[in-house]
């Protein structure tokens, strides 16, 4: 008996300030189109409702509000919130969400500028995870400095495309691409030769990729300097800020996470281009759960065991 002809269907998206796009392969094109839109759709209400500078969104109504009395956010956000918390103590501090105020003091400065280190430091006075109380018992958030604001930028991607590829899967899609923009990329299954989903990751230096991944039924996810970044006197400042420094990252650098979950791997390769590189892997035992590398200079690659050669 024949097998049925395989299809890719391929559809796109423009959220979060980025591309997020959908690679789909099945037998019934019609199907693969029906559910990758409604995971389109997750998406774009995942992106609506946890924006950071959207002022009617889910995240800015808690950030004005939390630091008055316990908000109730909905089940999705405080199970992400939940998660962030677990990452932030997972690395040492290095990824943490209350980043807010740094993120508005270093996007009000014009490219040709940076802020001043009174306002960095004034803006780092008010982060630290440990002001917000998340309750289990009545999925209430509670900022205990009014101050304190969210960013979920370093993970929101992540989550975004976790909760498409469940949609896809409880759909019959079960072999597929998902990716957001160059940031984290979710393999479904196998591609239709039956191999594994490669993946390159840019070099930082010199045009091409200089690693790739081979994904199946996994997720990566690339933080770097270059691509997301501006000139000042000849320093490229990127988009990840230390949140204990209040400084951004400078210098050609990347890191990579390679995991089960986009969430988590988002958030680890954010937390990583925060920190120390020099820092070891094995003091943070979440790394342990994923191949992770940073790629600092020509000459210094570092890995965690798991990751290839």
Known sequence: MPTSPTHTVRLATDAMATRFE???????????????????????????????????????????????????????????????????????????????????????????????????????????????????????????????????????????????????????????????????????????????????IDDPYEEGWFTQAHLDNESLSVSAIHGKSHEVRGIEYGHVIDPTTGEARTGPIVASVQGSTAAYTDAWSTALIAMDPSTPFQLFPGISQAASFIKTDKNWIIRSGNWPE
């Open 22 to 200: 959908l690679v789909l392969v099945g037998d019934d094109p019609s199907h693969l189109r029906a559910a990758g839109e409604e995971a389109i759709r997750e998406i774009e209400r995942i992106a609506t409702r946890f924006s950071f500078y959207d002022k009617s969104s889910e995240l800015s109504s808690l950030n004005r509000q939390a630091s008055v009395a316990p908000q109730r956010v909905t089940g999705d956000l405080f199970e992400l919130l939940q998660m962030c918390s677990r990452v932030h103590d997972q690395t040492g501090g290095a990824f943490d969400p209350t980043i807010g105020p740094l993120m508005r003091t270093w996007s009000f400065a014009a490219e040709s500028t940076l802020p001043s280190k009174e306002d960095i430091q004034k803006a780092v006075s008010s982060v630290g995870w440990k002001h917000v109380r998340i309750n289990p018992s009545d999925y209430t958030v509670f900022f205990d400095r009014p101050e304190i604001a969210i960013d979920l930028g370093g993970i929101a991607k992540g989550w975004a495309l976790d909760e498409a590829a469940s949609l896809l899967q409880e759909n019959g899609v079960h072999r597929g691409l998902l990716h957001g923009g160059t940031s984290s990329v979710i393999a479904l299954g196998k591609p239709s030769d039956g191999t594994l989903w490669k993946v390159g």
